[in-house]
T-cell receptor, first 113, second 114 residues
Framework: QKEVEQNSGPLSVPEGAIASLNCTYS??????FFWYRQYSGKSPELIMS????GDKEDGRFTAQLNKASQYVSLLIRDSQPSDSATYLC?????????????FGSGTRLLVRP | DTGVSQDPRHKITKRGQNVTFRCDPI?????LYWYRQTLGQGPEFLTY????????KSRLLSDRFSAERPKGSFSTLEIQRTEQGDSAMYLC????????????FGSGTQLSVL
């Protein structure tokens, strides 16, 4: 099992809908998670982080963490065509203060106008 | 521009040649990371520096790869005797203190090995 796994998609949703992106992780990563957005040919940009069980909301984005089931999700409400991108889930791995990020392969999201 | 700067943006080389990439982190960021990303995959960790000290290297980093960060400022990543499998986007990122919430990526160097 990979340390962080995502469905590659594409996930296609109509404009205005809720997009739900999921990620599962193994015991080999720590319990801190990050969602990045990456437009084609661009570098990853941090959207949200989540460290505790439950939901964390920021504008149209909600991150959810379920440690018992080892999954993390990102909900995007009122999806816009400009949200079309690849969404990368990442977990920290390391000891002491040397936490590097382990990324999933990303899920491509297409928002249809 | 106060972001992470990488040079060149694109590099095309022939198999067997050596290439070197440069990364200028955000000023006063003491952590600097190198990641590699191939098409359809997420970034893979290669190595990181705390100031000038290289503290961790991935098993992905073969003997043909070497990274330096003299004086704890800019960093270089050199690939010797390039192979077609080295074709990828090489991403540099920096943070002020190792906190991933404050990690910023550069635009990357796209390497194509012919």
């Amino acid at each position: 099992q990979k340390e962080v796994e995502q469905n590659s998609g594409p996930l296609s949703v109509p404009e205005g809908a809720i997009a739900s992106l999921n990620c599962t992780y193994s015991d080999r990563v720590s319990q801190s998670f990050f969602w990045y957005r990456q437009y084609s040919g661009k570098s990853p940009e941090l959207i949200m982080s989540i460290y505790s069980n439950g939901d964390k909301e920021d504008g149209r984005f909600t991150a959810q963490l379920n440690k018992a089931s080892q999954y993390v999700s990102l909900l995007i409400r009122d999806s816009q065509p400009s949200d079309s991108a690849t969404y990368l889930c990442a977990a920290e791995q390391g000891v002491d203060s040397s936490y590097k990020l382990i990324f999933g392969s990303g899920t491509r999201l297409l928002v249809r106008p | 521009d106060t972001g992470v700067s990488q040079d060149p943006r694109h590099k095309i080389t022939k198999r067997g040649q050596n290439v070197t990439f440069r990364c200028d982190p955000i000023s006063e960021h003491n952590r600097l990371y190198w990641y590699r990303q191939t098409l359809g995959q997420g970034p893979e960790f290669l190595t990181y520096f705390q100031n000038e000290a290289q503290l961790e290297k991935s098993r992905l980093l073969s003997d043909r790869f070497s990274a330096e960060r003299p004086k704890g400022s800019f960093s270089t990543l050199e690939i010797q005797r390039t192979e077609q499998g080295d074709s990828a986007m090489y991403l540099c990122a920096s943070s002020p203190d190792g906190t991933n919430e404050k990690l910023f990526f550069g635009s990357g160097t796209q390497l194509s090995v012919l």
